[in-house]
């Protein structure tokens, strides 16, 4: 099946810093991916969506100049969180979706920002 | 508007007891269903999906799932539950073929008491 590869699963980081966030698949190609961000004991919100070779589209109240998407490739889409606050510490979970493996999504990655 | 419903925030089940966890859709077109599973700290995992065909679908750990179209309804049932299914669960619709994003509901969590 359809396997995606996001690092790093976990992650602290200072506040005003930036941290990057991977998201490759490893044995698929997709045009279109999704950035979504979880609080705790909350659902998965969609933060934005990725198509390759385009700018992302962020949905209302995620601020784009924060949340850098960078869709490099087929298979391969960073998310960079810029001068990092508390407020951003979350689980923040990437997706791909295809039409032959359909919606695949990678283990997530815990972010605190202290 | 598209939007996942699941009315139950929070259910308790005894072990061997059967279980049904709701979800209700509202979508446009003719939707793909799905049901995940997180446990804490925890990534996704699909326990089943419904695009068509046969209305009652089998997926992983003896869950299965009835689409009812005249209730927007996608249920999850499992005849009985093991103490190891006490996690988080989440409906979820998207079109995997038109390379929308999922929405997802708010989820419910189920405890298992022995």
């Known amino acids: 099946g359809a396997v995606v590869s996001q690092h790093p699963s976990w992650v602290i980081c200072k506040s005003g810093t930036s941290v990057k966030i991977e998201c490759r698949s490893l044995?698929?190609?997709?045009?279109?991916m999704f950035w979504y961000r979880q609080f705790p004991k909350q659902s998965l919100m969609l933060m934005a969506t990725?198509?390759?070779?385009?700018?992302?589209?962020?949905e209302q109240g995620v601020e784009k100049d924060k949340f850098l998407i960078n869709h490099a490739s087929l298979t391969l889409s960073t998310l960079t969180v810029t001068s990092a606050h508390p407020e951003d510490s979350s689980f923040y979970i990437c997706?791909?979706?295809?039409?032959?493996?359909?919606?695949?999504f990678g283990s997530g990655t815990r972010l605190t920002v202290v | 508007a598209q939007s996942v419903t699941q009315p139950d925030i929070h259910i308790t089940v005894s072990e061997g007891a059967s279980l049904e966890l709701r979800c209700n859709y509202s979508?446009?077109?003719?939707?793909?269903l799905f049901w995940y599973v997180q446990s804490p700290g925890q990534g996704l995992q699909l326990l089943l999906k419904?695009?068509?065909?046969?209305?009652l679908v089998q997926g992983i750990k003896g869950f299965e799932a009835e689409f009812k179209r005249s209730q927007s309804s996608f249920n999850l049932r499992k005849p009985s539950v093991h103490w190891s299914d006490a996690a988080e669960y989440f409906c979820?619709?998207?079109?995997?073929?038109?390379?929308?994003?999922?929405?997802f509901g708010k989820g419910t969590t189920l405890s298992v008491s022995s």
């Open positions: 979508y446009g077109a003719t939707p793909y």
């Open positions: 044995d698929f190609q997709a045009t279109t």
């Open positions: 979820a619709v998207g079109d995997e073929q038109a390379g929308t994003a999922l929405i």
């Open positions: 997706s791909w979706v295809s039409r032959y493996d359909g919606y695949t």
């Open positions: 990725s198509n390759e070779g385009s700018k992302a589209t962020y």
């Open positions: 419904y695009f068509s065909g046969d209305t």
